[in-house]
């Protein structure tokens, strides 16, 4: 790579697209924008239900085969088609806490997240997918630190 200064090898970096390794908070939950499709509001009870349960047996598949990280014992994975509004909310189970959030746990969530949009692509409208564990959201049971920092020491101007 040729010579860039520190912003010009930013703006290099940004145009190839995002890396693998996203930041957990940016993957909770996965945005897309408005995909083509029917919209969740527009589907039937039976319709919904049919749908869930094609996911919930993809995802556990998928689930299946992931290294487990720090604290997760398994996965108890169960989705639910929000009716108003482009969402599907994936249930992880209480036994797929880990014990902290980073990569690893944004990498299974990614790897969902993709298996959701490819299976109702063209068929179901989805722009979020949101992930609970144990009804709750990671970071209301594993709340990001946020680093506290000391004031720098003015020099005196001259």
Sequence with gaps: MRNLSHC??????I????????????????EVPHQ??????????????????????????AAARFKLIDGQSGFDIRTRLVPH????????GSRAIPAH?????EDQQHTLSTIVHESLAGEISVDVVEFRYGG???????????????????????
Excluded at 101 to 105: F, H, P, Q, W, Y
Excluded at 136 to 158: N, S
């Design 136 to 158: 709750r959201d990671i970071f209301d049971i594993l709340p990001e630190e946020v680093p506290t920092f000391q004031p720098r020491k003015q020099k005196p101007i001259r």
């Design 15 to 30: 145009s190839q697209g995002p890396s693998p390794a996203i930041n957990a908070a940016a993957a909770a939950p996965a």
């Design 8 to 13: 010009a090898l930013l703006i290099a970096l």
């Design 36 to 61: 083509s499709g029917k919209p969740i509001e527009d589907l039937s009870k039976s319709e919904r239900l049919e749908i869930e349960g094609m996911l919930d047996g993809v995802l556990a598949e």
């Design 85 to 92: 509004g482009y969402r599907i909310v994936i249930e992880m």
């Design 101 to 105: 959030t980073g990569s690893e746990l």
